[in-house]
C-alpha cells in the first residue's frame, strides 16, 4: 500500500502531470514532486501546487522519489526510462493507454518496478483546482505491474483518488485506448464540422457556440440517463428519406470530406444492432427506401474526397 507519506514524483508538468499533482496533493499525500523544464512555466506551476516540490531535470526527481510516475508524451517514455539511473527501492510507472510497460524495460534492468497508470478521462490544461477531484471521480484508471506488490499499490491509489481500477490485457490496450479517442478527441472534431458549418451559413462563433452547447448538452445527458438506444433521434429514426437526401445533397456540396462523415454515420445507425431503427416488414416501400439509402450512403463513401 502507498502510504500518505512516499514520495511521489511526476515527471512532465503537462496535462495529466499537473492535474495527477493537484489530486494526489487534495487527497493527503504529502510529499509529491513534479518536474518543469521551463524556468518561465515554474511560477504558475507553484502557485497552484504550492506544497509540492519542482525539480528542473528528470534525475533529481528520481533521486527525491518511491514512486515515480511518468507523464511526459508516449514517445517520450522510453527515451526517459533509459536517460534517468534507477534503483531496486523505486517503482516507475507510466500512464499511456495503449502501450505496456515493457516500454519502462530499462528500469526493470535497473531492479526498479514497473507498471502503468491510465485514467480514461481528458485532461487539458486548463485546471481549476476546485474541479480536479471530479475528474478522478468514477473514472476507470488501467493499472498493470510486474510487481503484484506495485499492482496493489496502484489499485490502492486509485480507489484512494476516486478512479475505479481495473486491468486490460496488453493485447487489448490499443482498442481499449481507441474507444476513449473517439469519445474525447473524435466526437471534438466531429463538433467542429457542425461549428464549421454554422458559421459557414453565417452564425456567429458565439450562436454557433451556444447552439453546439445547447444540443450536444441535451444529447450527452439523454445517453446518460436513458442510454443510447433511447437518444436516439434524426431523420433515420423517423424513416424520413427525403430529409437525409437532403443533407447528403448539402453535404456534397459544402465539403465531400464532410458528406463522407455523415454518410458513415449513418451507415452505422442503420446497421447498429443496438440501434432501435424499426423497419416494418410488411412495408414493401419502406424497405425500398432502405436499400436505396444505403446505396446512396454507400455511393458517398466511394465519391473521391
Ligand atoms: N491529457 C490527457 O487527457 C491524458 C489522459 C490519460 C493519459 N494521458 C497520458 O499522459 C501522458 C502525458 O500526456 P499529456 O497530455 O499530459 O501531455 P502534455 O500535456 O504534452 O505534457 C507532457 C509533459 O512532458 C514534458 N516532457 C516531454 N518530454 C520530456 C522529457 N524527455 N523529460 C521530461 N519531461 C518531458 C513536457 O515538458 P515541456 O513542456 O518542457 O516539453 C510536458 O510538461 C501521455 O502518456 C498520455 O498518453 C493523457
Known amino acids: 500500500m502507498l502510504a500518505f507519506n512516499s514520495r511521489i514524483g511526476i515527471i512532465g508538468s503537462g496535462r495529466l502531470g499537473t492535474n495527477l499533482a493537484v489530486v494526489l496533493a487534495n487527497h493527503g499525500y504529502e510529499r509529491v514532486s513534479i518536474t518543469c523544464r521551463k524556468s518561465s ?28 510516475i511518468v507523464c511526459t508524451p508516449d514517445h517520450q517514455i522510453t527515451t526517459v526510462a533509459e536517460s534517468t ?11 499511456c493507454g495503449p502501450l505496456s510497460y515493457d516500454v519502462l524495460a530499462a528500469a526493470s534492468d535497473s531492479g526498479a518496478s514497473i507498471g ?43 480507489r484512494k483518488i476516486g478512479g475505479i481500477p481495473i486491468s486490460i490485457p496488453d493485447e487489448l490496450r490499443p482498442l481499449y485506448h481507441v474507444a476513449a479517442v473517439i469519445t474525447c478527441g473524435s466526437l ?30 441535451t444529447t450527452l445527458a439523454n445517453v446518460h440517463e436513458h442510454g443510447i438506444p433511447a437518444s436516439l433521434t ?5 424513416q424520413d428519406f427525403e430529409t437525409i437526401d437532403s443533407h447528403l445533397n448539402a453535404l456534397m456540396h459544402y465539403s465531400p470530406e464532410a458528406a463522407g ?12 444492432s443496438s440501434l432501435p431503427i424499426e423497419k416494418d416488414p410488411n412495408s ?4 425500398n427506401r432502405y436499400t436505396d439509402l444505403i446505396e446512396r450512403i454507400s455511393s458517398c463513401l466511394e465519391s473521391p474526397r
Open 116 to 158: 502503468s497508470f491510465h485514467p480514461c478521462q481528458t485532461f487539458t490544461g486548463n485546471i481549476n483546482i476546485a474541479s480536479v477531484n471530479k475528474l478522478f471521480e468514477g473514472t476507470l484508471i488501467n493499472i498493470s505491474s510486474d510487481s503484484p506488490t506495485l499492482l496493489e499499490s496502484l489499485s490502492h491509489l486509485s
Open 85 to 95: 539511473t534507477w534503483n531496486s527501492q523505486q517503482s516507475v510507472i507510466h500512464c
Open 188 to 217: 471534438a472534431a466531429l463538433m467542429s464540422i457542425s461549428m464549421n458549418i454554422w458559421k459557414a451559413i453565417g452564425l456567429t462563433e458565439s450562436e454557433a457556440a451556444s447552439a453546439l452547447k445547447t444540443l450536444s448538452t
Open 41 to 68: 512555466a515554474k511560477p504558475s506551476i507553484q502557485a497552484l501546487l504550492p506544497k509540492v516540490t519542482i525539480f528542473d531535470n528528470n534525475q533529481d526527481l528520481a533521486d527525491f522519489s518511491d514512486l515515480i
Open 234 to 238: 434524426g431523420p433515420i429514426l423517423r
Open 261 to 272: 462523415v455523415y454518410a458513415l454515420l449513418s451507415k452505422i445507425t442503420l446497421d447498429g
Open 284 to 287: 414493401k416501400d419502406v424497405s
